[in-house]
Structure formats: C-alpha cells, structure tokens
C-alpha cells in the first residue's frame, strides 16, 4: 500500500456517504420538495383567490356605482317634482291671498261705501232739520233776528 491508502476503507466512506445521501434523499429532500410544492401551490391559489376577489369587488365597486348614479337620478328627479309642486302650492296660496285681498278690499270698499253714504243722509237730515228750524223762526219772529241765530248756530256747529 503506497502512501499508507487504504482503498478499502476509502470504498467504505464513499459507499456510506452514498447510502447516507440516499437515505437523506428518501427522507429529507422528497418531504421537504412536497412541503416546498405545497407552498408554491398555496401561494398560487391565494393568489388565484386574490385575484378572484379583486374583480369580484371591482363587479360590485361598478354596480355600486351604478345603483348610486341611478339614486343620484332619482333623487334629482324627486327634487325636481318636489320643486314643482312647491311652486304649484306656491301659486294656489297666492292666488288664494290675492282673491283674499280682492275680497278684503271690495268688502272694505262697500263698506267704506255705505259709511259715506249713512254720513251723507245723516248729514242731510241735520242739514234739513237746520233749516227746517230755521225757516220755522224765521216765520215766527222778526226775519233778521232769525238769520243772525241760525248763522251763530251754523259757525257753532262748524266750530265743534
């Protein structure tokens, strides 16, 4: 033996790191490739899953904005018909004022009216009976004296 090599024992140490890198290769690299193919795999359906739920929620991001688009219709719409009938409620209440202060105004006028017209009689009757009185002392005594009388009468009158 040349070099103090010992073949045998060479051919041993090969022999078993062979069996051991086989027996490792059996129990070790097989789990831990299933284990790593397993979370390769997981991570691809979480991100399948992802994806999936991404557009999912960009499905209902779109017909929530679409049923907010179709309320923003018809909001505008109902302001718009609530708009209208104010304005309708709006002209009936004035068209009901002013028929109101038509009415307020012809009765006021006819009452005006009338209150005029009683003055007017009431201010002839005094007017007649003045003279009625007048006439009667103007008959009845000297007709100067009566004239005097019935013109101090007629400025006291003025005067209250």
């Not at 991570?43 to 904005?65: C, G, H, L, W």
């Not at 202060?101 to 009765?107: E, G, H, N, Q």
């Not at 003055?119 to 007709?143: F, H």
Request: aromatic content about 8%; charged content about 40%; some cysteine.
């Amino acid at each position: 033996m040349p070099l103090n090599i010992d073949w045998k024992q060479i051919l041993l140490h090969i022999f078993n790191f062979v069996l051991l890198f086989a027996i490792l290769f059996f129990l070790l690299y097989n789990p831990i490739k299933k284990f790593m193919d397993k979370r390769v795999q997981y991570y691809k359906d979480m991100d399948e899953d992802t994806k999936r739920r991404s557009s999912e929620a960009d499905e209902m991001k779109e017909a929530y904005e679409q049923k907010l688009a179709q309320v923003d219709e018809e909001i505008a719409a109902k302001r718009k018909e609530a708009e209208e009938q104010e304005e309708k409620r709006r002209a009936e209440v004035e068209e009901r004022t002013a028929e109101e202060v038509r009415s307020i105004l012809d009765t006021a006028r006819a009452d005006a009216e009338a209150e005029k017209r009683k003055i007017i009689d009431s201010a002839q009757t005094e007017i007649v009976g003045l003279v009625t009185e007048a006439c009667q002392k103007a008959i009845s005594t000297n007709p100067s004296d009566a004239m005097d009388g019935f013109l101090k009468q007629a400025n006291e009158d003025k005067n209250d």
